[in-house]
């Protein structure tokens, strides 16, 4: 067994794992933790050794064999990931989220033994609870899509975004609050003012946007250069923020935030992107890299903040047709996305992203935000992949056209669709009608509801 000292949380947790088997080798649950533990330190190969001796001493433990699956699904290995899901359901029929995980990296068939246990837990949903009911109507919805029944599919996929909302916090007026006082906040003035402050570091590469809207593919595609490590979704630059704002910056009176940044010290600046390069640095594996990924989609909200801590950053912002970003987002369950789960907000939350969107091209110097649209990457990858290439200052690498073959941990919704060569079938999913959409239609507002 593989042993971690422990230096921090993750570490503790993979000790206290270990600790617990020494005592009681044959405990599953112990195996299951110690594999969580190692799946949270980012050791999937590690993790998938652990949960499956949690499934040989306990065949029933349908959480390790759903865990199996989610490692497996990471690293790209999607038939084995499907089929540990289907041993999920084979030992609990009534795990909601393992039908969920399922249908969203396979069709079922009519006839799919899951899809015919799917059918019977639906039936029985009804008082279940709102987590339960939603798990279950986003895998019903999804696999009635499947096999060419699109309206009755978006039924269940309407069922399962209100199950989610009625246990959903999501406060839409601080929301779009906070998005229209960045655009008061940061003027062209006080970013020329406080331009150059921050530190110098080139290495930072923020791809931003809605979910769905491409970002998983050109971290991807960014990926497969070898001068790019793709890191993934990280949140520092947000915590760091976070802590700022209630603890202030070294060596700078106060706090830090929006209402005190006219009269922040250029040190204030330069501590918040250096803060971010160490903490970043963490996350980055081998190296060096001349550039480095961060994915995190809601640094679009700080584009201002992160451009003055690290004036030298690269920014790539990835749209897609509104409407069918929207509906991607609609017909599935994210963790972080507490607005999607009602077709008004989703457009008004869209509508003000773009608006905050075009702010950050107005105020922001040229050359530091490229636009890029899902569907001329489709149309022209070389083209575009190019240009993305161009924009973070790197030499061109055909690497970059093969990215379906780089090995890398994808843990997003779009995992499938970037271990495939790019592909235009996804452009035009099924649709309801435009009475049901009509809530999301009048959220978009009439400029972006006509780029659909």
Not at 193 to 222: H, N, Y
Not at 309 to 326: G, K, V
Not at 347 to 353: E, M, N, P, Q, T
Not at 392 to 405: S, V
Request: charged share 20%; net charge neutral; aromatic share 8%.
């Amino acid at each position: 067994m593989s042993a971690a000292p422990a230096t921090d949380p993750r570490d503790a947790a993979i000790l206290q794992a270990q600790q617990a088997l020494a005592r009681a080798p044959r405990d599953a649950e112990a195996w299951h933790q110690l594999g969580l533990a190692w799946e949270h330190r980012g050791a999937l190969d590690e993790a998938i050794r652990c949960y499956r001796r949690a499934v040989e001493i306990n065949p029933r433990a349908d959480g390790s064999h759903n865990n199996i699956a989610n490692c497996l699904h990471a690293q790209g290995r999607f038939d084995d990931a499907c089929a540990a899901w289907r041993a999920a359901i084979d030992a609990e029929p009534g795990g909601a989220l393992y039908y969920r995980n399922l249908v969203q990296s396979t069709t079922l068939a009519a006839d799919d033994p899951c899809f015919a246990s799917l059918e019977r837990q639906v039936a029985q949903a009804d008082g279940a609870s709102p987590d339960h009911q939603a798990d279950l109507f986003f895998a019903y919805g999804q696999a009635l899509a499947g096999i060419g029944e699109p309206a009755r599919g978006f039924a269940c996929v309407v069922r399962a975004n209100a199950a989610c909302r009625s246990v959903t916090r999501y406060d839409e007026a601080a929301m779009l609050g906070l998005f229209e006082r960045m655009s008061e906040v940061f003027t062209p003035d006080l970013v020329r003012e406080k331009g150059g402050a921050g530190d110098p570091s080139a290495s930072p590469v923020f791809v931003v946007g809605m979910p769905r809207s491409g970002s998983t593919l050109v971290e991807q595609i960014l990926a497969s250069h070898p001068g790019v490590y793709g890191a993934g979704e990280c949140t520092g630059f947000a915590q760091i923020l976070a802590h700022a704002a209630s603890h202030g910056v070294p060596g700078a009176p106060g706090t830090f935030g929006l209402e005190t940044l006219r009269d922040a010290p250029p040190a204030s600046l330069r501590w918040l992107g250096s803060e971010y390069l160490r903490r970043i640095a963490c996350a980055v594996e081998g190296g060096p890299h001349a550039r480095i990924v961060d994915k995190y989609l809601y640094n679009f909200i700080n584009l201002g903040f992160i451009h003055l801590a690290l004036p030298n950053a690269r920014f790539i912002h990835t749209r897609r047709a509104p409407l069918e970003t929207c509906l991607s987002i609609y017909s599935r369950r994210f963790q972080d996305v507490p607005f999607g789960y009602d077709l008004g907000e989703l457009g008004r939350f869209y509508r003000a992203h773009d608006a905050l969107m075009a702010h950050w091209r107005r105020v922001l110097p040229a050359g530091t935000l490229l636009e890029i649209q899902y569907e001329d990457v489709v149309g022209d990858l070389e083209g575009q992949a190019r240009r993305m290439l161009a924009h973070c200052g790197l030499d061109w690498d055909a690497r970059c056209l093969e990215f379906h073959r780089t090995e890398r941990q994808i843990g997003t919704a779009s995992a499938v669709q970037v271990r495939q060569p790019i592909y235009a079938t996804a452009l035009r999913r099924w649709r309801p009608d435009a009475a049901a959409l009509r809530p999301l239609l009048d959220g978009l507002g009439p400029q972006l509801a006509r780029g659909a």
